[in-house]
């Protein structure tokens, strides 16, 4: 497990740039938090980590957003507008838990039944001030994160 306190939106993608290095094909990553606590900027980090292109933004109405890298493709999945683990589903999200993709999934919460057994949980808190968000990574298998 790891734990980063961010005190600025830079440092929120720092973060998700420093996490990227740890990431391979193949890899899902859940991402859960309130509203506004950090993750779509995480997952900006991660893109420039793993050096992908494109114009990060939240799919929250599209859905799935793909980012090509050098060596994977970052899929940008947001489940906020899921309404059952059966819907995630039928629009195919499991169809990228596999290379040559690496799967970041906002508002994962509402789909764990669907994840692999090995995955990564980040978990975005506000802190007492609010310019602090607390990231905690853990991995379901042994030996990672």
Known sequence: MTLDITRSEDE???????FAFTL???????????????K???????????SAT???????????HEYRAPACTVIHADMYRI?????AFDIGLAEYFQPPYI???EWADRVLDLLPEEHY?????????????????RHSGEGRA
């Not at 193949?26 to 509203?35: C, H, N, P, R």
């Not at 779509?40 to 793993?50: E, I, K, L, S």
């Not at 494109?54 to 799935?64: E, N, Q, R, V």
């Open 40 to 50: 779509t900027h995480f997952v900006t980090g991660v893109c420039a980590g793993v």
């Open 12 to 18: 929120t993608v720092a973060a998700g740039s420093a």
């Open 121 to 137: 949980l980040v978990e975005f808190r506000h802190r007492t001030d609010p310019a602090e968000r607390e990231i905690m990574i």
């Open 83 to 87: 309404g059952s683990v059966r819907e």
């Open 24 to 38: 391979r094909p193949g890899d899902v990553v859940a991402l859960i938090g309130d509203l506004g606590a950090g």
């Open 103 to 105: 799967t970041l999934i």
């Open 54 to 64: 494109g114009h990060i933004a939240s799919p929250t109405f599209t859905l799935i």
